[in-house]
């Protein structure tokens, strides 16, 4: 397929990549023009703008960093689609916002599909993210080949509207801000009462806690917090969108939320969110 990729963060880097590896003509675009540089060379064209790039494209795939970068590229972008074309948003936004995308889409004659992503630099090289697909059957049918070349087969799901794959994303991003937070709470226990890090860390398996544990813990022994797999920043926006979804406490999720606030404005909104840890990884 000729398929056009709008946002090439960390995130889109891989996804993108994968496109071209299945043969597909890829044309990307970003407002860093330098983040491309690899994916032409590896044989994308890249386009100066947005408008260009969507020209004559089956599929379009947008990986921006929010609702509000979605609504400039995209809604207030004039962009050319073709009455065939498939819009594929895997930007991770709210469930009214999904829905809002839908009905713009519609009455502008868009096919819009939404398919965020659960799962982090590691599992999108490898092609084993969960991948999350919402929208009608048809134009589900048009994007799958595309999702699923960085899905686990196992954990694609698919939904029969937009939101509900953008409420999916959300939940799963919540357990991970609050099982992050749930670990730096038992480091401090642990080392209070007399724990080192190794100890709590090898205590945590096979509990409730355990998946993070592991998945973080060596980025926390080596207090690696600048080999971002998936930034501060991104998560401080996510929580924002999971608050402003609900109309009653989360609690746990507040917790979370202050803590990686304080991390983002003490200049880590960069490294990887487990940065959290880095006070108590200290002691």
């Known amino acids: 397929m000729n398929v056009s990729f709008l946002g090439l963060g960390r995130m889109g880097r891989v996804l993108a990549t994968h496109i071209i590896d299945a043969g597909h003509d890829l044309t990307v675009w970003n407002r860093t023009p330098s983040n491309a540089d690899e994916l032409v060379e590896a044989g994308a064209r890249f386009a100066t703008t947005a408008k260009d790039a969507v020209a004559g494209a089956d599929v379009v795939v947008t990986a921006l960093f929010g609702p509000a970068a979605v609504r400039e ?111 730096v709470e038992a480091l401090d226990l642990g080392h209070a009462s007399g724990l080192s890090t190794e100890e709590v860390l090898t205590t945590l398996t096979g509990t409730g806690l355990g998946m993070i544990a592991g998945m973080k813990g060596q980025t926390i022994r080596s207090r690696g917090f600048g080999a971002t797999q998936f930034s501060t920043d991104l998560l401080v926006k996510d929580i924002g969108l999971m608050l402003g979804a609900v109309d009653r406490p989360l609690p746990a999720l507040v917790a979370a939320y202050a803590a990686l606030t304080a991390a983002r404005d003490a200049g880590h909104g960069d490294d990887d969110f487990s940065v959290i840890a880095a006070r108590t990884a200290a002691s």
């Not at 992503?117 to 134009?139: F, W, Y």
């Open 73 to 183: 590229v995209v809604i207030g972008g004039e962009l050319p689609f073709g009455p065939d074309t498939v819009w594929v948003d895997i930007t991770t936004v709210s469930p009214d916002d999904a829905g809002a995308f839908a009905a713009w889409a519609r009455a502008a004659g868009v096919r819009y599909v939404h398919s965020p992503v659960i799962g982090s630099l590691a599992p999108a090289a490898n092609r084993s993210l969960g991948v999350l697909v919402g929208g009608d059957p048809e134009n589900r049918e048009v994007v799958l080949p595309i999702v699923s070349l960085w899905a686990d087969p196992s954990r694609l799901w698919q939904f029969d509207a937009p939101g509900k794959a953008a409420a999916g994303k959300l939940v799963a991003n919540l357990a991970l801000a609050v099982s992050m937070q749930g670990l």
